[in-house]
């Protein structure tokens, strides 16, 4: 079973950008796809971006695309998350989280493991 722990989250202003991680122990984290999601007060948990086991092949939502960044350290057990250009409304905890299967999905009930999150939060 693998454990997940994201860092790298903290308070910026619009515009500015943010480095995420998630360091992965345990598992066989060279065979899970995995993915970035995040939850604002108030909202349900959605899709930011998510990568195939390989990390060659990604998927994003279209409010991250040319945004935001997902790519896959296999070497070093670490998944990121590039943030550019932050707006307000990406206020949110971020989450990443790993699937027993090889490719990313959108719905956030068919990962099996993630990390306790991690705070963004963009001032205007």
């Known amino acids: 079973q693998v454990q997940l722990r994201e860092s790298g989250g903290g308070l910026v202003q619009t515009g500015e950008s943010l480095l995420l991680s998630c360091q992965a122990s345990g598992g066989s984290f060279s065979s899970y796809a995995m993915a970035w999601f995040r939850q604002a007060p108030g909202k349900e948990r959605e899709f930011v971006a998510g990568?195939?086991?390989?990390?060659?092949?990604?998927q994003y939502s279209d409010f991250a695309e040319g945004r935001f960044t997902i790519s896959k350290d296999n070497a070093k057990n670490t998944l990121f998350l590039q943030l550019n250009g932050l707006k307000p409304e990406d206020t949110a905890v971020y989450y990443c989280?790993?699937?027993?299967?090889?490719?990313?999905?959108?719905?956030?009930?068919?990962?099996?493991?993630w990390g306790q999150g991690t705070q963004v939060t963009v001032s205007s």
């Open positions: 989280a790993a699937r027993n299967f090889g490719t990313p999905v959108v719905v956030a009930s068919m990962y099996d493991y």
């Open positions: 990568c195939h086991y390989s990390g060659r092949n990604t």
